[in-house]
């Protein structure tokens, strides 16, 4: 049994053969469910310009979700910080805080959301990718707003978000919590995390190292089933390792169809050895290993999956073989 919080990443994947408004309707369902099944918090991420991927601001979402449940924190996992002047994310998600207290996460990321140069440029009003320094310096500088300038009470907790051991670095230096996208950086875990924890400086936001670790995880009640809806993604991947988003999410039986080249074959598998794909017995096991490697004090789920009834039965199964306590 897994005894540490588990959490969900909603990713809003744009079906094909539906539209963006069914996939807002299918994220409004899918934050009361994982509320009734007692996950610990769910987040929202941010991305651009892809036919796979809605388009959906991550603070929109979680103020739509957070009308809609009780209990469960909410946020950004992440808003990615060179698309936005920093004291509007300290006045989008402190105003959040304040309407819905100890509810709220700002999970801030680096990455553009994009595999799009023009669009990566459309969102930073034409300027270039963003320095070490300069995302250093935004980031710092929404912090600063949050407590200096917004001061509508209770604050956001902030995260950062990570793939990379610099991440990790700038996460320790700031005495921030860490999320990690072992997702999608898989190989950068260990290290990163161990940067993390020892060169951690605690500060308001964080009396010590915090981690939680985002793992992509499919579980149904077969192996071959847990394949099947896996399939999708695995097309979408396929795409990704050539620097292309630019195809709809497929359904299962057009994923099966799919042929993978060698070089993807191996690639795939390669990362998904390192996921929670399976029986529930299967990934119980597979998420209390990479807990117990990682020394994670919360793992973060993500289901990729095509129908929205498959993936909230993926986060039933788990949540059956967990015994989670609450978040602190």
């Not at 369902?29 to 991927?53: D, K, N, T």
């Not at 808003?79 to 105003?95: C, D, R, S, Y």
């Not at 320790?172 to 060169?199: C, K, M, Q, S, V």
């Not at 789920?301 to 039965?313: G, N, S, W």
């Amino acid at each position: 049994m897994i005894s540490i919080p588990l959490s969900a990443l909603e990713v809003a994947m744009v079906q094909a053969g539906a539209s963006a408004a069914d996939t807002l309707r299918d994220t409004a369902e899918f934050a009361r469910r994982v509320e009734e099944l007692g996950y610990c918090r769910l987040w929202y991420a941010e991305h651009h310009h892809s036919p796979a991927i809605g388009a959906f601001p991550p603070v929109v979402l979680t103020a739509h979700a957070a009308a809609l449940t009780s209990s469960i924190r909410l946020g950004s996992g992440g808003v990615l910080a060179p698309n936005h002047a920093p004291i509007m994310l300290a006045e989008q998600f402190g105003t959040l805080a304040a309407l819905h207290e100890d509810r709220i996460d700002l999970g801030i990321g680096r990455g553009p959301g994009t595999f799009d140069e023009s669009t990566a440029r459309a969102l930073r009003r034409g300027a270039g990718p963003t320095t070490d320094d300069e995302y250093r310096d935004d980031v710092s500088a929404t912090l600063r707003f949050l407590v200096d300038e917004v001061a509508l009470g209770p604050l956001p907790e902030p995260w950062m978000l990570s793939s990379s051991p610099a991440g990790a670095a700038l996460a320790a230096e700031l005495g921030l919590p860490i999320a990690f996208a072992h997702h999608i950086r898989p190989d950068n875990t260990l290290a990163a995390l161990d940067h993390y924890r020892e060169h951690f400086s605690p500060s308001r936001w964080c009396a010590r190292p915090r981690v939680l670790v985002c793992v992509e995880t499919v579980c149904a009640e077969t192996q071959q089933e847990a394949a099947r809806l896996a399939g999708p993604m695995e097309v979408v991947k396929s795409r990704l390792l050539k620097g292309r988003g630019d195809i709809p999410f497929p359904t299962p039986d057009e994923a099966a169809a799919h042929s993978f080249a060698p070089d993807e074959a191996r690639a795939l598998a390669g990362f998904r050895a390192q996921q929670a794909h399976g029986t529930p017995e299967t990934v119980a096991k597979r998420l209390t290993d990479l807990a117990d490697v990682t020394r994670a004090d919360e793992l973060m789920l993500v289901t990729p999956v095509y129908a929205l009834a498959d993936r909230l039965r993926s986060y039933e199964l788990v949540r059956q073989h967990t015994v989670v306590p609450t978040a602190s």
